[in-house]
């Protein structure tokens, strides 16, 4: 059983940075593509950032392009997302999923096997 846990969220004014941490545990991590996705209050869950298995091939989203930088450690089963320049619009529960396989697109949700509980990040104005 894959198990994910994040961490890291928390309250920030806009313009300020902050880090998430991601933890896998179980399965294979290495050959996991990883994802962040977000959801708001009354918005559907959305694509915020991908990483292939390597680390080698990064995928954002329009809104986080240019703040947002996804990594991976593969000798620590971490996954990373890097948050700056953080905006009003960037609050939302942030999740860390996994696949195994790599059909289907990795900016829809429902290609990912397991996904976290997910962690708050609130950013003021």
């Known amino acids: 059983q894959v198990q994910l846990v994040e961490s890291g969220g928390g309250l920030v004014q806009a313009g300020d940075s902050l880090r998430l941490s991601c933890e896998v545990s179980?399965?294979?991590?290495?050959?996991?593509?990883m994802a962040w996705f977000r959801q708001a209050p009354g918005k559907e869950r959305e694509f915020a950032a991908a990483?292939?298995?390597?680390?080698?091939?990064?995928y954002y989203a329009d809104s986080v392009k240019g703040r947002f930088t996804i990594s991976r450690d593969n000798t620590k089963n971490m996954v990373y997302l890097q948050m700056t320049s953080l905006k009003p619009e960037d609050t939302a529960v942030y999740y860390c999923?996994?696949?195994?396989?790599?059909?289907?697109?990795?900016?829809?949700?429902?290609?990912?096997?397991?996904w976290g509980q997910g962690t708050q990040v609130t950013v003021s104005s």
């Open positions: 179980g399965g294979t991590f290495s050959s996991y593509g």
């Open positions: 999923a996994s696949r195994a396989s790599y059909a289907g697109s990795r900016y829809s949700p429902v290609v990912y096997d397991y």
């Open positions: 990483i292939s298995w390597s680390g080698r091939d990064t």
